[in-house]
T-cell receptor, first 112, second 109 residues
Framework: DVKVTQSSRYLVKRTGEKVFLECVQD?????MFWYRQDPGLGLRLIYF???????EKGDIPEGYSVSREKKERFSLILESASTNQTSMYLC???????????FGEGSRLTVL | QKEVEQNSGPLSVPEGAIASLNCTYS??????FFWYRQYSGKSPELIMF????GDKEDGRFTAQLNKASQYVSLLIRDSQPSDSATYLC?????????FGTGTSLTVIP
C-alpha cells in the first residue's frame, strides 16, 4: 500500500526558530513535492524534486529551502520561521511527472 | 493569474441526489486532470483522473472532460452523507500540478 509519512502532525514554533519538516515515501517514487494549504488559497507549490539532490522552486519558495539526500526523503526547512508561515504543509509524491499525487497526512505548523 | 477555478460553494444536496462539481482551467496545454476529496483535517485523496475528452465512470463517480471549453466536472450519483467533503480539482501542466481552491459539498440525510 502507498505510504507517504510526514514526521510531525502538529508543531508549535516561535518566530525566528529553524523548522524541519520531514517526509518519507516508501513507493520508490522519483518525484516529491511540498505544498502549503491555506483557507481560500488552496494548495500552493513550495518546492519539488524530480531526483535525488535535485530541487526546483515552485510558486512560493521564499522563506523555505529543501533537501533531498535520499530518494525516499524530502525535507522542508524554514530557516527563520515567521507568523505568516503558519499553515498546513502537505508532502506528496508521484511515480510519473503527470501521474497521481499521493499525499502525506499533513503537518500543521503554528508560528507564534 | 489562476490556473484552475472552482466554485467554492458550499454545495448542499439531499441524500440520494446527484452532486455536480465543476472546474475550469486557463491553459489549453493542460494534459491531465484529477479530482481529489479532502475531509476536514485530512489530506487529499484521489477520486478520479481523466486524460481524454469525454466521460469516465468509476462506481458512483463520473468525471467529464471538455478540452475545447476547458472544463472538467465531477458527478456523484446517489450521494451519501459520507461524500460530505471538499473536492479539489487539479490540473497537470508542464509537469506541475495546479489546484483549485476546492468546492465544499454537504450531503443532507
Amino acid at each position: 500500500d502507498v505510504k507517504v509519512t510526514q514526521s510531525s502532525r502538529y508543531l508549535v514554533k516561535r518566530t525566528g526558530e529553524k523548522v524541519f519538516l520531514e517526509c518519507v515515501q516508501d513507493m520508490d517514487h522519483e518525484n516529491m513535492f511540498w505544498y502549503r494549504q491555506d483557507p481560500g488559497l488552496g494548495l500552493r507549490l513550495i518546492y519539488f524534486s524530480y531526483d535525488v539532490k535535485m530541487k526546483e522552486k515552485g510558486d512560493i519558495p521564499e522563506g523555505y529551502s529543501v533537501s533531498r539526500e535520499k530518494k525516499e526523503r524530502f525535507s522542508l526547512i524554514l530557516e527563520s520561521a515567521s507568523t505568516n508561515q503558519t499553515s498546513m504543509y502537505l508532502c506528496a509524491s508521484s511515480q510519473s511527472r503527470n501521474g497521481e499525487l499521493f499525499f502525506g497526512e499533513g503537518s500543521r505548523l503554528t508560528v507564534l | 493569474q489562476k490556473e484552475v477555478e472552482q466554485n467554492s460553494g458550499p454545495l448542499s444536496v439531499p441524500e440520494g441526489a446527484i452532486a455536480s462539481l465543476n472546474c475550469t482551467y486557463s491553459d489549453r496545454g493542460s494534459q491531465s486532470f484529477f479530482w481529489y476529496r479532502q475531509y476536514s483535517g485530512k489530506s487529499p485523496e484521489l477520486i478520479m483522473f481523466i486524460y481524454s475528452n469525454g466521460d469516465k465512470e468509476d462506481g458512483r463517480f463520473t468525471a467529464q472532460l471538455n478540452k475545447a471549453s476547458q472544463y472538467v466536472s465531477l458527478l456523484i450519483r446517489d450521494s451519501q452523507p459520507s461524500d460530505s467533503a471538499t473536492y479539489l480539482c487539479a490540473v497537470n501542466l508542464g509537469n506541475q500540478f495546479y489546484f483549485g481552491t476546492g468546492t465544499s459539498l454537504t450531503v443532507i440525510p
